[in-house]
């Protein structure tokens, strides 16, 4: 089965940086567009940036643009995002997301989650 498990979240003061990790298995991981997805009480869930499916474009959420950056190593089934000058409205739980087609720079329809991974910006 897909399984989807991130890391890399924790507890970092305004301005600070975090790099989050996802290790997929259960499936070709190369074919797969990939997501980053946060939740948060506020504004609900929302989505972060996107990975095609092998890698050459990157696609972002405005606000996030310029701050964040999606990467993945297909040899190794990894998918990582980048967070520099977080703020507090970044505090979510961030999840990563696989796409429902294959060889595709992205969907957008997500089929399998992962658990996510708390990320809370807080001086």
């Known amino acids: 089965e897909v399984q989807l498990v991130e890391s890399g979240g924790g507890l970092v003061q305004p301005g600070g940086s975090l790099r989050l990790s996802c290790i997929a298995s259960?499936?070709?991981?190369?074919?797969?567009?990939m997501s980053w997805v946060r939740q948060t009480p506020g504004k609900g869930l929302e989505w972060v940036a996107a990975?095609?499916?092998?890698?050459?474009?990157?696609y972002y959420a405005e606000s996030m643009k310029g701050r964040f950056t999606i990467s993945r190593d297909n040899a190794e089934n990894t998918l990582s995002l980048q967070l520099n000058d977080l703020k507090s409205e970044d505090t979510a739980v961030y999840y990563c997301?696989?796409?429902?087609?294959?060889?595709?720079?992205?969907?957008?329809?997500?089929?399998?989650w992962g658990q996510g991974t708390q990320v809370t910006v807080s001086s």
């Open positions: 259960g499936f070709t991981f190369g074919d797969y567009a």
């Open positions: 990975s095609s499916w092998n890698g050459v474009r990157t």
């Open positions: 997301a696989k796409d429902l087609l294959p060889r595709w720079a992205a969907t957008l329809h997500f089929g399998s």
